[in-house]
């Protein structure tokens, strides 16, 4: 078959395989074109799941007359004109392929009036213009999707199935603009509102109405911004972790994206907090140089890639980090849903009923920083040393000898009244009362110590009896090659042996008895892709968690008053003390408000 130029019908319909993959792909298309249109108000509606209809109105600013035909042209649009405008793209939509792609597989009819114009303008998608009745904005009809590509139509699912990628899709949407309403309506029935979101009431029901207010409730907000780049929204604390990573929103510059970059770094940054399998909630907004980000990589605009990969991904490892070690108090309050500098979740203060709680128990932030206030807290307490040293020889099995502190400043989780079955210490601050799993709270104390005490000298290397000979592709062995240095300052040593063979002569001492071989491969995987790697910190820290479990207390101990209390200053020194290895919570506070609500006092 000779070289010939493809007809537009067939190349919009090639375009369309990429752009509009189901209902939910038009919706979002059109309305990201709205919202790009500066519309503050979308109503969406769908008949059978989106395949027999779809309509977007909505209140931007209108097409001209003039230039209705060219919205259905292919490559035509109004938000870039140059090479310079396509690397700087701040709009969602720039390719000018989402309108003439579904106008090739659907019936489009479109309804548009500019603010000032005498009539609205309509146009069908075979080109024919007519005068049309309309408010300010644009309505945009999608029928019968697929009804001229009948083996696309087939791939189809349910139409339950089919409408529920479309609520998904406007949640996504809500997420990444508070200061819209939008509206969505399936079959005739309203089934979805997200009103736009100005107070921080509005902004938890916009959040709960998406992530449900059990995430609200768990939110820990964040507000960081440096090296030209700005996170902010919200994360959950590693008690809401997930089975499913069903609840993870990430916005670039107000676009979702969906990347394996910055999926990595926010779960590094629960590193420590999340117990294996499970996945962290958030809903986050990253503001970048759009100079500095690649939005033209995916045709659905769904993925991109930045131009310092690594240096995003170290900004958000300890943003999110950070975030989940610093006290609640001294969180910005009011993070916004743009550059995400005005997201405000509410701490979901407890209502109860009769003589029952509404909500569990509540586990707060401490309110003592450790690492900033030591000093302070070390005045208050001057035998927090003696205190340590203690902890520390009760972690390999001695005797806890701790002596009781006593302040007229009560500290954070108070102090020690008694034991519950040799699982739980009681204590009493000036809340109420605080509830503490021994076990869990002593292995984070122990934990953290043995990190920072591994840390503090050079990662040590063993030498292994016989060298370990491994396959691997000519890529792998080229990034074993130009990372050497990267592989000694992690404790292996590790030669080229061929164009596709590498030799692992030294291991880390922690590791000796692991699989090197899988270890080996995973720190490649991780140079390779984002320049450095962090498998190897958390295999170690996976031997010391392992160590810090069974060096700690033990369930059926029975401590003195002075051994808990002792264990409690413990805790309000150590960074992430509020949650075990594990991401089980190790306290929780129950207020006096809750216990005169059990005994209904008051009333």
């Avoid at 038009?26 to 309509?55: M, P, S, Y």
């Avoid at 063979?501 to 720190?523: F, K, N, Q, S």
């Amino acid at each position: 078959m000779p070289i010939q130029a493809l007809p537009e019908s067939l190349v919009n319909q090639i375009a369309a395989g990429e752009v509009v993959e189901r209902p939910a792909s038009v919706v979002k298309e059109l309305v990201e074109n709205a919202l790009d249109a500066g519309a503050r108000r979308i109503a969406v509606e769908v008949d059978q799941g989106g395949t027999r209809l779809i309509r977007v109105r909505d209140d931007g600013g209108g097409i001209p007359a003039a230039e209705l035909p060219l919205a259905l042209a292919s490559h035509a649009t109004s938000k870039i004109a140059s090479l310079d405008d396509l690397e700087h793209v701040a709009s969602l939509g720039f390719r000018g392929e989402a309108l003439p792609s579904i106008a090739s597989v659907a019936r489009v009819r479109i309804t548009s009036a500019p603010a000032g114009a005498d009539h609205a303008t309509a146009i069908e998608e075979d080109g024919q213009v007519a005068p049309a009745a309309h408010p300010t904005g644009t309505t945009v009809e999608v029928r019968d999707l697929f009804h001229n590509v009948p083996a696309r139509r087939r791939f189809l699912r349910t139409e339950r199935t089919e409408y529920g990628h479309i609520e998904r899709t406007m949640r996504r949407l809500a997420l990444g603009r508070f200061d819209v309403d939008f509206r969505l309506t399936h079959n005739g029935k309203p089934t979805g509102h997200w009103p736009a979101a100005v107070a921080a009431a509005e902004l938890d029901r916009r959040i709960g109405a998406a992530f449900g207010t059990g995430f609200v409730e768990h939110a820990l907000r964040i507000d960081h911004a440096g090296a030209g780049l700005q996170l902010s929204g919200w994360i959950a604390q590693p008690t809401f972790s997930r089975s499913q990573a069903d609840l993870q929103e990430f916005f670039v510059n107000g676009r979702a994206i969906r990347d394996r970059l910055v999926t990595h770094a926010v779960r590094q940054g629960y590193a420590d907090v999340l117990y294996h399998g499970r996945q962290p909630a958030f809903a986050l907004y990253l503001a970048i140089d759009p100079a500095q980000v690649d939005v033209n990589v995916h045709p659905a605009k769904q993925e991109v890639r930045f131009r310092e990969s690594r240096m995003v991904h170290e900004f958000l490892r300890r943003t999110v980090e950070e975030a989940l070690q610093t006290p609640r108090e001294e969180r910005a309050d009011a993070p916004s849903p743009k550059a995400a500098a005005s997201l405000t979740p509410g701490a979901g203060a407890a209502q109860g009923a009769g003589n029952n709680l509404a909500m569990p128990p509540r586990q707060n932030r401490m309110s003592l920083p450790v690492s900033e206030q030591m000093a302070g807290y070390a005045s208050l307490h001057p035998e927090a040393g003696a205190v340590d040293a203690a902890v520390a020889r009760g972690s390999m099995g001695d005797r806890l000898d701790m002596a009781e502190a006593r302040t007229d400043t009560s500290p954070p989780l108070g102090f020690a009244r008694a034991q519950i079955r040799d699982v739980y210490i009681v204590a009493e601050n000036e809340q109420g009362l605080v509830l503490v799993d021994m076990h869990a709270a002593h292995e984070r104390v122990t934990y953290e110590r043995l990190k920072n005490g591994h840390a503090s000298g050079r990662i040590r290397s063993q030498p292994l009896l016989v060298p370990h000979d491994m396959a691997v592709s000519r890529g792998e062995a080229d990034a074993a090659e130009a990372h050497g240095e990267a592989f000694a300052a992690l404790g292996f040593e590790v030669d080229r042996a061929g164009p596709e063979r590498l030799t692992v002569r030294c291991v880390p001492t922690l590791l000796a008895d692991g699989d090197t071989e899988a270890l080996v491969r995973d720190v490649l995987a991780d140079l390779r892709t984002l320049g450095s790697s962090e498998r190897l910190h958390e295999a170690i820290n996976s031997v010391l968690s392992t160590m810090a479990c069974h060096g700690s207390v033990r369930a059926g101990r029975t401590l003195t008053r002075e051994e808990m209390d002792g264990l409690l200053r413990a805790m309000e020194r150590t960074e992430r003390a509020d949650q075990c290895n594990h991401g089980r919570p190790t306290w929780i506070q129950i207020g006096m408000q809750d216990l005169d609500r059990l005994f209904l006092r008051g009333r």
